[in-house]
C-alpha cells in the first residue's frame, strides 16, 4: 500500500495473484486426497463425485455401484479412495475404452474396489515397475493395508 513505484506495485500484485493460485492448487490437491465426501457420504459416493470429475471430459462413462452395508473406518475408506482414484484415472486415462464399471463391496472384513473398463487391456506382468508408478503405487498401498488380490491388467 505505501509503494509509489509502478513497477514495484505491479510485481507485488503479479505475486498476489501467484500466491491466490497456488492456494486454490493445494485446496484442490487436498480435495483429491480426501475429499470432505468420504467423511460425509462414504466411499461410494465419494468415488462417484471423483469418477464425474475425472470423466467429464472424455467419452467415458464411469458407473460405480456401492455394496457396502457399512462405511469401514476414516483410515481405510481413505486408503481404499486413494488406491481406486488411480485405477479409475489409468482407466479413463489409458484404456481407449468407453465404460468403466467400480464395484465396490465388502470381502472378508475388507474392503474390495473392481475397475473394470471395455478398452484395450494391458498384462500387468509386462509392465516395467520404473514406468508404472500408478500401478506400483496401488499394489504398495493395498499391501500396507494388510491384503492384495492383486492389481491385475488382462489383454484385451
Same mark, same amino acid.
Given at each position: 500500500? %505505501?509503494?509509489?513505484?509502478?513497477?514495484?506495485?505491479?510485481?507485488?500484485?503479479?505475486?498476489?495473484?501467484?500466491?491466490? +493460485?497456488?492456494?486454490?492448487?493445494?485446496?484442490?490437491?487436498?480435495?483429491?486426497?480426501?475429499?470432505?465426501? *468420504?467423511?460425509?457420504?462414504?466411499?461410494? +459416493?465419494? *468415488? %462417484?463425485?471423483?469418477?464425474?470429475?475425472?470423466?467429464?471430459?472424455?467419452? $467415458? %462413462? !464411469? @458407473? $460405480?455401484? @456401492? =455394496?457396502?452395508?457399512? +462405511?469401514?473406518?476414516?483410515?481405510? =475408506?481413505?486408503?481404499?479412495?486413494?488406491?481406486?482414484?488411480?485405477?479409475?484415472?489409468?482407466?479413463?486415462?489409458?484404456?481407449?475404452?468407453?465404460?468403466? #464399471?467400480? *464395484? $465396490?463391496?465388502?470381502?472378508?472384513?475388507?474392503?474390495?474396489?473392481?475397475?473394470? #473398463? #471395455? /478398452? !484395450?487391456?494391458?498384462?500387468?506382468?509386462?509392465?516395467?515397475?520404473?514406468?508404472?508408478?500408478?500401478?506400483?503405487?496401488?499394489?504398495? %498401498?493395498?499391501?500396507?493395508?494388510? /491384503?492384495?488380490?492383486?492389481?491385475?491388467?488382462?489383454?484385451?
Amino acid at each position: 500500500r %505505501r509503494l509509489t513505484d509502478s513497477e514495484h506495485v505491479g510485481a507485488v500484485d503479479q505475486l498476489g495473484e501467484t500466491v491466490e +493460485q497456488a492456494l486454490s492448487r493445494l485446496r484442490s490437491v487436498l480435495v483429491e486426497l480426501r475429499p470432505r465426501s *468420504l467423511e460425509l457420504d462414504g466411499l461410494g +459416493q465419494a *468415488l %462417484r463425485q471423483f469418477a464425474r470429475e475425472g470423466a467429464r471430459d472424455r467419452d $467415458v %462413462r !464411469v @458407473d $460405480v455401484e @456401492d =455394496r457396502l452395508g457399512s +462405511q469401514p473406518d476414516l483410515e481405510v =475408506r481413505s486408503l481404499a479412495y486413494r488406491i481406486a482414484q488411480e485405477a479409475i484415472s489409468n482407466a479413463v486415462s489409458w484404456s481407449r475404452g468407453t465404460r468403466v #464399471d467400480v *464395484l $465396490v463391496e465388502e470381502r472378508d472384513g475388507g474392503v474390495s474396489i473392481r475397475v473394470e #473398463d #471395455d /478398452g !484395450v487391456g494391458f498384462e500387468a506382468e509386462s509392465l516395467d515397475p520404473a514406468t508404472a508408478i500408478g500401478v506400483t503405487s496401488m499394489t504398495e %498401498r493395498a499391501e500396507v493395508a494388510g /491384503g492384495i488380490d492383486g492389481v491385475a491388467g488382462c489383454a484385451a
